[in-house]
């Protein structure tokens, strides 16, 4: 489970595992919930090796991991993020040969398309006005900030 407040105010929930995201007004009223179809994928060998590297030194310090209790999928999604038009940029879980992306809605809960990344998203994008600004790592592993322009065409809703 991910979620955030909006810019309007609202609360935003994900189910990762699900694709479903939903907005509750203030008073706890439901106003949108947006799903999508995803393929799960499996977790892999590689996967469960990268996750006990990560936990090496937990288990160091006398820590326990219960490792049949991680799920045979990975969960749809990461994260998301509202901007402040009200359009949702989601982070949902890809294929290790598809790359980083961000699903795209716009405010009223249209699937408007897929955005590929040049890296490995870092953190929450920050959306102002027209330009959005992330974090991502590129297969070295070194941090760099990018700056993209948001066109809107007219003729599609606003998009």
Known sequence: ?????SPAG????????E???????PAGDTLRTITRAFEPLPVTDADME???????????????VDWSRIPGT????????VDAAGYVWVTPVTADDEGPVLDVFDPVGRYLGRV???????????????????????DLEVP?????????????GGW
């Open 1 to 5: 489970f991910s979620w955030q407040l």
């Open 10 to 17: 609202t609360f935003w929930g994900m189910f990762t595992g």
């Open 19 to 25: 694709y479903r995201l939903f907005e509750l007004s």
């Open 74 to 81: 990975k969960p749809a999604t990461v994260d998301f993020v």
């Open 144 to 156: 760099f900030v990018v700056r993209w322009r948001i066109e809107k065409p007219t003729d599609v």
């Open 50 to 64: 990268a996750a006990r590297a990560r936990l090496a030194w937990f288990v160091r310090e006398g820590g326990q």
């Open 116 to 138: 590929a990344l040049p890296g490995r998203l870092f953190g929450r994008p920050l959306v102002l006005e027209d330009r959005m600004y992330a974090v991502v790592q590129n």
